[in-house]
């Protein structure tokens, strides 16, 4: 069920084949102080030159363990923190550039759901109040904001006139999180960031939102940026999937490239962290040893080394280059097993001869 | 010791009502029971009474606001009527626990070492030299590297997967017959996670102690676990080996929960969902609490509780199953 009226005017500006979203050299370093007379200052190297771009109508998965910056970048990508360098472009126009798309427009465009269900949600507004509370704020007369809101707590499955004038703290999880999504559907966005969205939940209930989550996508024409530490979920959800290490992107790729034919060490440790369904074939081996190196001073070179079984002397030397893997161009990773010309013993015979300019350390 | 033939945990008809504020049948006549050196998986969803089980057979629960039924024998003790210095003997003693958030477990202004000592030397009479070589020695054996460096930093100091070793290392320093474990790795990283499981199963080895492992995730339940029970709304409603589980679920919330893990075969379908949201533990309906999600719910389903029901060391509590159990005997007949 589509809302009746298009109240805010979106339209397709760019075309097909223009990336939705497109993230270039996205950078963010938080200053941490320390020492004698917190003189010394360090910093948290969050999220360091990220660069991504979403099609049109599909879902990007990120994938990383924690403190690997997935979440700073839906952050940053939201505007909830100013990045320190790096540009946005959203739909062929700049964001927040001269002659661009202006900030108050692109956050419209963009929505967001969060992990925790209960802290997003204001404890002093009914439901129904909440999910027309945002469109208000952007225009729309009150009485209209309201029939759409019911509209879509509805779609949702929260019939309104049972959960319309609930607060939050009389809904279940699953209920909340369903409420989050209503809320951010009220603006007609067309680009969704889920940060963890269904990490909270029951597994019986992870899967209902899931599934209103894919409805929902083919019934509004969404973009997903879905990020989860959940290998099997991003892997049901996503058309692409980019994985993180320590603030960098260090592989991405169609979700079956990645799932079935992963080039990175780390995320083919990662997948292979996954507990196994069968008790006939336990795991026996922990995949990666340790926990993930500290951000403050990420190690020289490829930041994964220092837990990678195949690291050498160029893996200290050199940051290896995000490159297309063979004959796809379409899957990038950031390894030098990778690149023919990098001087590992283990790389692959001559990769395609792509833009692989290594960055001396 | 208790003899071999006798079950170390053996857990009879257990009720557990909140009277507090919020009143909540929180378990509903349950009963187990776990020979000695085995791992029992208890599995379900939040609010089905997992970890109330856990935390009442540690005594956890305020005395004045919860009412207990039922008799916990450990080890050959009646643990609802410790008393005093028994109590506190058993806990830590011959069962102790591990949480969720090992950052909130620990007291935050003493270093990791100190708090293992003062647990050796609270059961033991040892000199502190004695308990300072065995707290080293258990962060040893928890895999905790640099143990000498890690025996004398702050809980804060540590990451999310090493606390979870120092926990472990602090809950078994006194050598317990049974460890009971309350969702250890669902807050770390699925990286950390595996490493987690793999040293729990590794401990459980080498000690024979039995381990109660609470868990939602079935994933993490298969990796660790002899034996799973899945508890819904405060009551268990299938147990089996691992394998019995996974394979061959009888209970429809069992086989809803198998089919609605997201997996490589479901990709771009509609997932299985299981309707609906858990119970209400303030106000379970008369009959199956599980009835108003059950596709194959009846006017039976909704009035009377299905008893649970014992065969081939399996065990059922469903009118209408995905599989039938060929009932011997009754085991518990839950009123």
Known sequence: MKTEDNTFATQDKGGPAQPLLMVKDLKKYFPVRGGILNREKKFVHAVDGVSFSVAKGKTLGIVGESGCGKSSTARLVARLMDPDSGSMIFDGEGVAEFGGIEFKEFRRNLQMVFQDSFASLNPRLTIADTVAYGPEVHGVPKREAMARAHALLKRVGLEPSMFGSRYPHELSGGQRQRVNIARALAFEPRLVILDEAVAALDKSVQAQVLNLLQELKAEHDLTYLFISHDLHVVHYISDEVMVMYLGQVVEKGPVDDIYGNARHPYTRALLSAVPSMDPDNRTQHSPLAGDPPNPINPPSGCRFRERCPHAEAVCSSLVPALMAVKTNQEHTVACHMNNAASGHSQAVGAGMASAAEEVAA | ?335
Not at chain 2, 128 to 138: D, F, Q
Request: proline residues 6%.
């Open chain 2, 1 to 335: 010791m208790s003899n071999t033939d006798k079950p170390l945990v053996k857990v009879t008809d257990l009720n557990v009502e909140f009277h507090g504020n919020r009143k909540a049948h929180a378990l509903d006549h349950i009963s187990f029971e776990l020979p000695e050196g085995q791992v029992l998986g208890l599995l379900g969803e939040s609010g089905s009474g997992k970890s109330v089980t856990l935390r009442t057979l540690l005594r956890l629960h305020p005395q004045r606001t919860t009412r207990i039924g039922g008799k916990i024998e450990i080890d050959g003790k009646d643990v609802l009527s410790l008393k005093g210095r028994d109590l506190e003997a058993y806990r830590g003693g011959t069962v102790s626990m591990i949480f969720q958030e090992p950052g909130l477990a620990f007291d935050p202004v003493y270093t990791i070492g100190q708090q293992i000592m003062e647990t050796i030397r609270a059961h033991e009479n040892v000199d502190k030299a004695t308990a300072a070589k065995r707290a080293l020695e258990m962060l040893d054996k928890v895999q905790i590297p640099q143990a000498k460096r890690r025996f004398d930093a702050y809980p804060h100091e540590l990451s999310g997967g090493m606390r979870q070793r120092a926990m472990i290392a602090l809950a078994l320093s006194c050598k317990p017959k049974l460890l009971l474990a309350d969702e250890p790795t669902t807050a770390l990283d699925a990286s950390v996670q595996i490493q987690i499981l793999l040293l729990l199963r590794e401990l459980q080895k080498e000690t024979g102690m039995s381990v109660i492992f609470v868990t939602h995730d079935i994933g993490a339940a298969v990796e660790v676990a002899d034996r799973i029970a899945v508890m819904y709304g405060g009551r268990i409603v299938e147990e089996n080996t691992v394998k019995g589980i996974v394979t061959a679920p009888r209970h429809p919330y069992t086989a809803g929960l198998l089919g609605s893990t997201v997996s490589t075969e479901n990709r771009g379908q509609p997932l299985p969902a299981v309707r609906g949201a858990p119970p209400d533990l303030s106000a379970l309906p008369p009959g199956c609490s599980f009835a108003p999600r059950c596709d194959n719910a009846s006017d039976k389903c909704r009035s009377e509780k299905p008893a649970l029901l014992a065969a081939d060391g399996e065990r059922l509590a469903c009118w209408h199953p995905v599989r039938e159990l060929m009932p011997i005997q009754r085991d518990s007949v839950c009123a």
